[in-house]
C-alpha cells in the first residue's frame, strides 16, 4: 500500500483558476508537509502541519492555503494561480517533527498556462 | 551558500566506480539526512546520520559527518546504473520561521553502463 499518496499526478490549469491538490498518508504521522519543487530543482518547504499547529514558510504567497479535514489528509488550496507557480508540489509526513525520516509522496506535477 | 548546499552539482561516473558527494551547512543541527530522487518521482530517504555520529553506513553507503566543518559527504561504492538519480542532503534548522527543514540543491549522478 502507498505510504503517502498525492492526486492528481499532473495538473494543468489556466492562469487565474483555483485548484487543489490532495495528499494522503496511512502511516499513522502525526506532521505533514508541503513542499514546491522548482525547475531548478530546488525542493523549499511551504507548510508543515499537525493537529497542533500550522507553520508557514512566510515567503508563500496567502494565494496557498493547506487544509487538513483529519491527521491524515493534508490538502493544499491554491488560488488564482500564476504562470510562477508552475512546479512539482510533494507533500510529506514525519512520525513527529523536523528532526524525523520525511516520507514523500509521488508528487503532482502543476502546468499554469 | 545555502543551509545544506550539495558539491558537486553534477557527476558522471561509470558503472563500478565510487560516487562521493559533499554537502555544507550554516547553523547547528540535530541531524542530517540524505535522500535520493529518481527523475519524475517523490525522495526516498536513504540514510540519517546523527550531529553526535562521525559516521554510518547502509549497504553500500556511506555517510560521514563534520559538525566542526558543518560539512557531510555521501560515499557510494561500486555504483549501479541503478544509482543513477538525483541525492539532496536535509538539515533541521532554525530560521525566520522557526525549525525547519532545509534541502540542498542536490547532486544529480549519472551512472554510465
Known amino acids: 500500500d502507498t505510504a503517502v499518496s498525492q492526486t492528481p499526478k499532473y495538473l494543468v490549469t489556466q492562469m487565474g483558476n483555483d485548484k487543489s491538490i490532495k495528499c494522503e498518508q496511512n502511516?499513522?504521522?502525526?506532521?505533514m508537509y508541503w513542499y514546491k519543487q522548482d525547475s531548478k530543482k530546488f525542493l523549499k518547504i511551504m507548510f508543515s502541519y499537525n493537529n497542533k499547529e500550522l507553520i508557514i514558510n512566510e515567503t508563500v504567497p496567502n494565494r496557498f492555503s493547506p487544509k487538513s479535514p483529519d491527521k491524515a489528509h493534508l490538502n493544499l488550496h491554491i488560488n488564482s494561480l500564476e504562470l510562477g507557480d508552475s512546479a512539482v508540489y510533494f507533500c510529506a509526513s514525519t512520525v513527529a517533527g523536523y528532526t524525523d525520516t520525511q516520507y514523500f509522496g509521488p508528487g503532482t506535477r502543476l502546468t499554469v498556462l | 551558500s545555502q543551509q545544506g548546499e550539495e558539491d558537486p552539482q553534477a557527476l558522471s561516473i561509470q558503472e563500478g566506480e565510487n560516487a562521493t558527494m559533499n554537502c555544507s551547512y550554516k547553523t547547528s543541527i540535530n541531524n542530517l539526512q540524505w535522500y535520493r530522487q529518481n527523475s519524475g518521482r517523490g525522495l526516498v530517504h536513504l540514510i540519517l546520520?546523527?550531529?553526535?555520529?562521525r559516521e554510518k553506513h547502509s549497504g553500500r553507503l556511506r555517510v560521514t559527518l563534520d559538525t566542526s566543518k558543518k560539512s557531510s559527504s555521501l560515499l557510494i561504492t561500486a555504483s549501479r546504473a541503478a544509482d543513477t538519480a538525483s541525492y539532496f542532503c536535509a538539515t533541521d534548522a532554525y530560521s525566520n520561521y522557526g525549525q525547519n527543514f532545509v534541502f540542498g540543491p542536490g547532486t544529480r549522478l549519472s551512472v554510465l553502463p
Open positions: 546520520i546523527r550531529s553526535n555520529e
Open positions: 502511516l499513522g504521522h502525526d506532521t
